[in-house]
């Protein structure tokens, strides 16, 4: 068999797989599926195939099939049943009356169900367990999610704490950078970044973290030239009134 | 005779007490757990059971399994008589709910026996707002009164215990009575 005439007989397995499961799924006649018809295309298809895709295919197309035998078998009960009515008159009808009609047609026809709903001392034992090994939420879905950790902020404090600064060499290394952005700007704009360039990267990120802290305390103002992007820096004595907003600077990678 | 007696008080009781309590997620006892607990004549003592409590108008009733044998049928218990409008207000039903619930089973009945539920709820909209019509869908799956496969609607468990469905066509039909009997 060549490519296309594969192509063609897998084709028409799922055509048969669609129009069935479309008879399924809707209200449709289940009569309009001619099962004869489609079982001979099968049967006629069958020798051909070489794959198990295609077999599997045609596995999935008998049992479409066989359910819309069900169907059928079901629609002919019914049919012959005495609740048969021509839908198109239940329809109508429907459309018709008001909804207070229709609410009294289901209430006239209801005969509702008597049950107690108690809690046994079975079910309070089963409710004891079942919270007893419940575990919280974080581990019930550890292996789904994995573990996450949320970003954070790390502050002055945390560092001292953790020995990577100590309060006074902080302290001394503020005034310090200060003190040489008070001398080099003299007030004016200079560049941001020719400021912090301090040769080793990891100087270079500390003067940045230091001017931050700066700039916090209104020793420093920031300005951004929003169309060349530039950054630029002077030394300033102002008195905050207002809540900083914060302005994210990359420094750029080692 | 009165040994026999005693042995049949004995049945009866036992029943009504595994009929009323709710034991599963869904009411009712299944045959084979009745046969079980009750012994292989408790047909005849749930036809006695049912006698007795027609005096409280209640009976015992029948909701056939899906291969109809006698083991996987659900006996429950029922109000024998319907209730009225207000007293179904005052169960917590809706006159809203209680019309997309008449519509949707006369409508999947009409079809014979399954609809799928953009069918049912285009039809639904016709009458009612599209939030209720989704709401009260869902509602009536969850209860037990609608069956939802995949996208298709189905007659639920619930409804052939609870809803008489040749009545209700007979009454949609015949148009009801425009007038809704006041019960108060």
Not at chain 1, 99 to 111: F, Q, Y
Not at chain 2, 94 to 108: H, S
Request: hydrophobic share 40%; glycine share 4%; net charge positive.
């Amino acid at each position: 068999m060549s490519q296309r005439q594969r192509n063609k007989s897998i084709e028409d397995i799922l055509r048969v797989i669609e129009l069935c499961r479309s008879i399924r799924l809707s209200s449709a006649d289940p009569f309009e599926v001619d099962i004869k018809e489609k079982i001979n295309i099968l049967r006629k298809l069958l020798p051909e195939y070489k794959f198990l895709d295609e077999l599997l295919l045609d596995a999935e197309a008998l049992y479409q099939l066989s359910q819309i035998v069900k169907l059928q078998d079901e629609y002919i009960k019914r049919k012959a049943g005495s609740m048969y009515i021509d839908p198109l008159l239940i329809e109508l009808k429907l459309r018709l009356l008001s909804k207070e009609s229709l609410a009294n047609a289901i209430v006239k026809s209801l005969h509702p169900i008597a049950t107690l709903d108690q809690l046994s001392p079975r079910g309070l034992e089963r409710a004891f367990i079942y919270w007893r090994d419940l575990q919280p939420l974080s581990e019930r879905f550890k292996d789904e999610r994995g573990i996450t950790t949320q970003p954070g902020k790390i502050g002055v404090e945390e560092l001292v704490t953790m020995r990577i600064l100590s309060k006074e060499k902080f302290e001394d290394k503020l005034k310090a950078v200060e003190d040489e952005l008070t001398k080099v700007s003299a007030g004016e704009w200079i560049d941001y970044y020719s400021f912090i360039d301090a040769g080793k990267y990891e100087e270079k990120v500390e003067k940045a973290y230091i001017l931050a802290f700066l700039v916090t305390e209104g020793k420093a103002e920031i300005r951004i030239d929003p169309l060349s992007e530039k950054v630029y820096l002077r030394s300033s004595n102002i008195k905050l009134t207002s809540e900083p907003r914060s302005v994210a600077i990359p420094v750029g990678a080692e | 005779m009165e040994a026999d007696r005693a042995y049949l008080e004995r049945k009866l009781k036992r029943a009504f007490q595994l009929l009323i309590l709710q034991r599963g997620r869904n009411p009712g006892v299944k045959g084979w757990e009745l046969r079980r607990y009750i012994g292989k004549d408790f047909r005849k003592i749930l036809e006695i059971l049912s006698k007795e409590l027609s005096s409280f108008g209640l009976e015992v009733y029948e909701v056939k399994g899906p291969d109809n044998s006698e083991d996987s049928s659900r006996f429950i218990l029922r109000f024998r008589e319907p209730p009225t409008l207000y007293e179904a207000e005052m169960a917590g039903m809706r006159i809203d709910e209680l019309a997309v619930l008449a519509v949707t089973i006369a409508y999947i009945n009409a079809k014979q026996g399954r609809a799928s539920r953009k069918e049912m709820e285009r039809f639904l909209r016709e009458k009612f707002p599209k939030w209720r019509v989704e709401y009260s869908l869902d509602r009536f799956v969850k209860k037990g009164y609608l069956e939802q496969n995949e996208e298709l609607l189905q007659i639920g468990w619930r409804t052939r215990a609870e809803i008489d469905e040749r009545t209700l066509l007979t009454l949609v039909l015949s148009g009801v009575s425009e007038k809704v009997p006041s019960s108060k």
